[in-house]
């Protein structure tokens, strides 16, 4: 069974940093596209950043140069580094798992990111 | 990246069919057979509900399809339950970014 379960939310200060964690099981991470899909509060999808299984990395413009996404093969966890955090980047962060063509068959729980001072 | 184009609310009784369209274009809807829907109750996380215009995944109810016609998709619900009530959000594959996956900014299906 796929599964994928996100920690590392919480309440930061505008500038500050987060890294959110996102452990996968029942499938390799290493071999696979994930991507994190944000959503602001009462608002709709974003998906702000993508990690292919040939470790080519993108990003969405509102977030290029701040946040950085990686994974470790070892433990099959895929990370979201987020630094000089803004009010507006305060939403649910998903990990969500690419079954083909950015089509999204798995998502996580989420975990909610609060920017303010 | 601009959003593809939903109603912000559709309504429908019990045993009733609504369709929630999501409107794009050549470079996403219209250019690309991967078009996905999902549904989100509220504080739940997505469900993924239709892939490539219309393939269901397993477990995934048959009253629940989706079509496309040049650059607007369509989910249609037959047979409106109570549990339908919920949260719909279209994507596609896109060319115009560089994520190559737009959203649409979603829509409140209410069952009466």
């Known amino acids: 069974e796929v599964l994928l379960v996100e920690s590392g939310g919480g309440l930061v200060q505008p500038g500050g940093s987060l890294r959110l964690s996102c452990v996968a099981s029942?499938?390799?991470?290493?071999?696979?596209?994930v991507s994190w899909v944000r959503q602001a509060p009462g608002k709709g999808l974003e998906c702000v950043s993508v990690i292919y299984g040939g470790r080519s990395t993108y990003y969405a413009d509102s977030v290029k140069g701040r946040f950085t996404i990686s994974r470790d093969n070892s433990k099959n966890t895929l990370y979201l580094q987020m630094d000089s955090l803004r009010a507006e980047d305060t939403a649910v962060y998903y990990c969500?798992?690419?079954?083909?063509?950015?089509?999204?068959?798995?998502w996580g729980q989420g975990t909610l990111v609060t920017v303010s001072s | 990246q601009s959003a593809l184009t939903q109603p912000a609310s559709v309504s429908g009784s019990p045993g009733q069919s609504i369709t929630i369209s999501c409107t794009g274009t050549?470079?996403?809807?219209?250019?690309?057979?991967?078009v996905s829907w999902y549904q989100q109750h509220p504080g739940k996380a997505p469900k993924f509900m239709i892939y490539?215009?219309?393939s269901r995944p397993s477990g995934v109810s048959n009253r629940f399809s989706g079509s496309k016609s040049g650059n607007m998709a369509s989910l249609t619900i037959s047979g409106l339950q109570a549990e339908d009530e919920a949260d719909y959000y279209c994507?596609?594959?896109?060319?115009?970014?560089?994520?190559?996956?737009?959203f649409g900014g979603g829509t409140k299906l209410t069952v009466l």
């Open positions: 490539d215009v219309s």
């Open positions: 994507s596609s594959y896109t060319s115009n970014n560089t994520l190559y996956v737009v």
């Open positions: 969500a798992r690419d079954i083909s063509w950015r089509q999204f068959d798995y």
């Open positions: 050549s470079s996403d809807v219209g250019g690309y057979n991967y």
């Open positions: 029942g499938f390799t991470v290493s071999s696979s596209s």
